[in-house]
């Protein structure tokens, strides 16, 4: 029998307060809160794009939602003294390198600010245990070179978002070890994760959704770095990695620290041969061509080494980029077809799941 990569028993009744949720990742993340029987309130801004996952798999209908900004001090206070969590996952950001370059003061703001304001409100929270706060791999000075990044690498980032979310890695070490190592009731880790792909993601400026619109419109997709290296996953990879992350700090708080959650090396690829991949998937074939990008700089290799949460939490990649790119196209012919995407997204969890590691 294969053994899940969560503990059920564990989730059930546990009060849980994830910050956003309406996001692409928070959204497969609160569903899969709830199919474990986790109470969960959810607290975000209104779903960034239209449509999204949030609205298309109904995910305000499994928790208690909460449209608020992480940068709201007192909302975030009153959300949280109403939910009294055990268990915080903090997902709320400004998740996109365009963005940081149009806007880097509020990419600051959230990123920084409101990682913040959560670490400081949750001092003042008597029954929690745990905190994950979710960074990126996008937070490491990143030389460029051949070698996959480890937690011991040095932080940096080229752009605003990615050097955000190194000073967010920062603030959560201090705050760890300033104000709640002293008083030994919170375990507080950060996540690190690739490059996600799935079901529900129509971000712009990012791959697989550009591809998903431009092969379903029955255009050509323009590929702005085609030979741009990045780990890709499957959103649901490093979701259980938060969760496991969050199962095993619950009982061993000597694991709160930094932990990478990426893809095997060989699922490393660049941009075109990603495309490549995913147009051989598409009915009918996807077109795209090769296009110089107009955007500021964003790093053209990009490798995440995962082998100390393979080794000290026995988390694993369980499918691998053919299979992933394989369910991301399933769920959006679902979409295109009009099915019922929460229970494509509880389906392809279900599979999830059932996969070895």
């Not at 959230?110 to 008597?126: F, K």
């Not at 932080?155 to 000073?167: E, F, I, N, R, V």
């Not at 709160?256 to 147009?279: H, I, K, M, Y």
Request: charged residues 20%; neutral net charge; contains cysteine.
């Amino acid at each position: 029998m294969v053994k899940p990569p969560t503990t059920p028993t564990f989730w059930r009744n546990k009060r849980v307060f994830l910050t956003g949720h309406t996001g692409f990742k928070g959204s497969w993340l609160a569903l899969w809160l709830a199919q474990l029987g986790a109470k969960v309130t959810g607290f975000a801004l209104p779903p960034a794009t239209t449509p999204s996952l949030f609205e298309a798999a109904g995910i305000g209908q499994v928790l208690d939602s909460i449209i608020g900004d992480i940068r709201d001090t007192d909302a975030l206070r009153q959300a949280l003294l109403r939910s009294k969590p055990e268990i915080i996952l903090h997902m709320a950001a400004q998740a996109l390198v365009s963005e940081g370059y149009r806007d880097p003061v509020g990419t600051y703001a959230t990123n920084v600010m409101g990682t913040i304001n959560l670490l400081e409100q949750a001092r003042h929270l008597s029954e929690l245990r745990v905190m994950v706060i979710v960074t990126t791999d996008k937070c490491y000075e990143n030389l460029e070179t051949e070698r996959a990044y480890t937690e011991a690498d040095a932080l940096g980032g080229h752009d605003p978002y990615s050097s955000s979310k190194a000073c967010a890695e920062i603030v959560t070490a201090s705050w760890r070890r300033a104000f709640f190592l002293p008083v030994g009731q919170v375990a507080i880790a950060t996540a690190r994760a690739g490059n996600v792909i799935g079901g529900g993601d129509w971000a712009p400026h990012r791959l697989v959704p550009d591809l998903v619109r431009a092969f379903a419109a029955g255009e050509t997709a323009k590929l702005r770095n085609a030979h741009a290296v990045r780990p890709w996953q499957h959103v649901l990879e490093p979701l259980a990695g938060y969760l496991t992350l969050a199962e095993q700090l619950w009982d061993n708080p000597k694991l709160a620290s930094a932990w990478n959650f990426g893809p095997e090396l060989q699922d490393c690829v660049s941009v075109l041969e990603l495309t490549q991949r995913l147009s051989a998937l598409w009915p009918g074939g996807g077109r795209y061509s090769t296009e110089p990008s107009p955007l500021p700089h964003e790093a053209g290799l990009l490798r995440l080494d995962a082998s100390r949460a393979h080794q000290l939490l026995n988390w694993r990649p369980r499918w691998r980029l053919d299979e992933a790119l394989r369910q991301t196209v399933a769920w959006h012919l679902a979409w295109l077809s009009g099915s019922s995407m929460s229970e494509v997204c509880r389906q392809q969890i279900d599979t999830y799941c059932g996969t070895p590691a």
